[in-house]
C-alpha cells in the first residue's frame, strides 16, 4: 500500500486510492465539483487541484492515483491561486441570481465560492445565457447556471441505466440537454436535482416554495416502497416541503426513487382530518367520540367470527399490533395484512425475506428474478442490482413479463412452467444457478399473488435447495416486497389465526353477510365492491377507496406523522421520525385503536409507545433491535402442487402510484401523463400500436 | 432541427460497405469507436449529418442516440444543416487575416452573392467561416468539399468560384506561382545542394 505525504501528514491507502481520496482519510477537505463518490470520475471542473512535489503542474486530485512517498501540499499560494483563478473561469459565466435561486443556501458552488473564490469579479463582458431544456414534470431547469460538471450525465447513463442526456456543443457553446425533446424518463431522475452543485437542476414541484435555512429536516423511513430507505423530510411549519435521501450504505446508499421524493405532496391533498360516520348514506363529520361510539354500538353483540381486519400496505408495526391484540379481545381471527392475497405465510422468516440483503447483492454472481420487475417495484434495489451487472460476471435471467431492467438479462418466459423446468433441473439456468458460487432468486409479489402463489413459492424453495442458492453463509433466496407493511405485518403474525379468514375469505364472508364488521387499516387496494353490506371501520390518512366505502372513517397519522415502526424486505426493523403533525384531528392509528378499545370496555394493555413496543418485542424478538439484519433460519414452507399455466403478472400497474399518497398526489399524477406507467417498461399494446 | 430533416436514414450499399470496413477495424464489442467516420460516412453520402442519421447509426453501433449527438455537435466539420454541393470554408484565423483573408472574404461574399452561414439559392455553395483549418504556410486559404485553395487574392478566389458555378474543376493548392509550400518563385535556399555519394 502507497505510502503519502499531505500537508505534512503522513498517510497509507490502498493502491489506487486518488489523492482527494487519500485526502478525505485525514480529513483535509479539498474542494471539488465534478468528482462524486458513486460517480466514474470525469475531471473537468478542475477545483481539485493540489500540489505535487516533482510535478511541473497543479493536478487534479480527483483523478490522480496516489503514489509511493507523494509529497502533496494543498494550502500552498500556488494552491489557493489556482482554485481561485479555476473560481474566477466558474464564475464567468454563472448568473448572480442566487437571492432568487433554490439552491441558495445549499449550494456547493456558492459555498466555494465563500471559501476558494476572490472578494470581486474581473469580468466586464456579457454572460454566456442557454436556453433552458424541458427535463419532464419533476426537474426544473436553469441551464444558464450550469457548470458543465457532467455529474447528471453520469449518474443517469452509469446509476440510472438510461443514458438520455448528454453535453452537445464544445467549448463555451456546450450545452447539458436530453436528446431531442425527450424528458428525462428515470424512475431515479430526482437524484439528478441532489447531485447537480448549482441550481442548474432543481425540484420542480417545490420550486420557488422554500429557502433550504427555513426547513426543518427530520432523518426518517420511506415507506413508498419495502426497502425502507433512508429519507430526511424537510419540512415548513406543519407543511411537509420536500423529501430528500439520506447516505444509508446498506439499502439505498445515497438514492431515493422518483416516487419516494416526489409523492410528498400528496400528503397535503385528500386528507382526513376529522372523524365521519355515514347517516342516510353520506359520510356526516362528527366528533371524535361519537365515532368511537358508533363503532362500539356497531360491534356490540357481534360474534367475534364476523369481524375482521384487513391492513394496508402503509400500515407500521404499532398499529398492527394494536390492531391484533383488540381483534383477540374481539374474539376474532380474520384479520390479514396480505391485501393483494400473496401466498407468504408468518412461520418461516426467511421465506419472506429478503435475504440476502441489498448489499448483499454486490457479491452475488448470478439472479434469477420471478415474477419481479425490481425497476418499479424496487427502483434504488434494481440500481443496485444494475450496479452488480456493470462490475462484470454477473448473469441475469427474468421469468415474468418481458421488462426493461436496465441491466442486460435474459428473458425467459413469463410461465410458471419456466420456473418449473429450471426448479427440475432440466432448464439451462439451472445451471447457470448451480454453477455460481453466490446465486440469487428474487421472487416477486407478481409471482406470489396468484391462486397458485405457494406452489410457485414451493417450487423456488426447492429450486434454491437443489441450485446450492441456500447454503452456509449465504442465503440466496430473497422474496421482494412491495408494501413496506407486509414484512412487519408477517413478523406479527397478522394473518388468519386457527380457523380465521384472509383478505378472499373476508370479502366474501362480508359479501355473504357472514361478516358483520370489516376493519380496514389504510386498506385501500380491498376490492371495495365486495364487501356487501358489511360495517366498513376505515382507520387511515387519505380519503382514498376505503374512506369511500367507510360507514365510520377514523383519521390517522401517515408516515410523516408519527414515529412508526416498520420492516424493510430484508427484515431490518427502522423507524420513521415525527416531521410534521396529524392534520385536524387525526391521530396516530394506534392510538386509536387504543382508545377504541377503552370505548368496547376491552382496554389494551399498553398506554405508551414504549410499552407498545416491549409488546412487539414479546411477540416477535426482532422488534427488539433496530437498524439492523439478522440471518433468518431456513425451513419448510410453500406448497407441493402443480402451478397452473397462467403467466405471471406484474405486481404494479403505475410506478408513480402504488398507494393513497401517491394517488393524492398531483406530481405523480403528472408523471403518469408524462411517462405512462413508468420505466418505460410493461407498456400493454392497444391494438393501435403497429 | 432542421426544416429539412428526413424522416429516416440508410447508407448505400457502397456506404455501407465502407462503414462495415471501419467498424472491423475495431475489437468486438469496441464497435463505438467506429462513430466518427461513420457519422463523416453519413455526411458525404449526403452532404450533411440528420437526425435520423444520427438515430440510424447509433442504432448501427449499439449506442444510446445522445452518444453520437454529443460526437456530431462537438466536431463543426460535421454538418448538422443541409450545405449546398460545394462547402466553401474561408479561414479567417490570425495567419490567414494578417495575409488578408478579409479580402478573401469578400471576394467570396460578392461571387456568391451571400453571407456567411447562407447557401445560394440554386443550392450549390454555401459559405462558412472557420477557424485554423492548419494551412497557415499557404495562408490566405478556403477549403472547399474536400481541397485546400491556398494562397488567395480576391481575383483567384473569384475565379476559383467562377469556376465551380461553371461545373469546372478548379486546380487545388496554392492558386499562385508556388510549389506546395516552398518559396514563391523556386527554392531560395540550399540551391547549390547536389546530391551524390558521400564526402569522408
Redesign the interface.
Known sequence: MPKLTIDGREVEVEAGTTILQAAEVLGIEIPRFCYHERLAIAGNCRMCLVEVEKMPKPVASCAMPVGEGMVVKTTTPTVRKARQGVMEFLLINHPLDCPICDQGGECDLQDQAMAYGADRSRYHEHKRAVVDKDFGPLIKTFMTRCIQCTRCVRFITEVAGVPELGAVGRGEHMEITTYVGKAVSSELSGNLIDLCPVGALTNRPASYTYRAWELKKTESIDTMDALGSAIRIDARGNEVIRVLPRINDDINEEWLSDRSRFACDGLKRQRLDRCYVRRDGRLQPVSWTEALGAVAARLKGVAGSRVAAIAGDQTDCETLTAAKDLMASLGSANLDCRQDGAKLEAGVRASYLFNTTIAGIEQADAVLIVGSNPRKEAAVLNARLRKRWLAGGFKAALVGPQADLAFKHEWLGDSPAVLAEIAAGRHPFFGVLKGAPWPMIILGQGALAREDGAAVLGLARKLAEAAGVVKDGWNGFNVLHTAAARVGGLDLAFVPGQGGRDVAGIVDGAAKGEVEVVFLLGADEVDMKGLGNAFVVYLGSHGDAGAHRADVVLPGAAYTEKSATFVNTEGRVQRTQLAVFPPGEAKEDWKVLRALSDVLGKPLAYDTPRQLRDRMATLNRVFATLDAVSPATWGAFGAEGAVADKPFLPAIDNFYMTDPISRASKTMAECSGAFGPGCGCNHKKTGTHG | ?SAQEPATFAFTPDYLALAKQFVAKYPAGRQQSAVMPLLDLAQRQEGWVS?AAIEAIAAMLDM????V??VA??YTMYNLKPVGTHHVQVCTNICCQLRGSDDIVAAAKRALGIEFGETTPDGKFTLSEVECLGACVNAPMMQIGDDFYEDLTSESTGAVLEALKRGEAPKPGPQCDRQFSAPEGGPTTLTGLTFGPEKA
Open positions: 432541427m437526425q444510446a442516440p445522445i452518444r449527438q454529443e455537435t462537438f
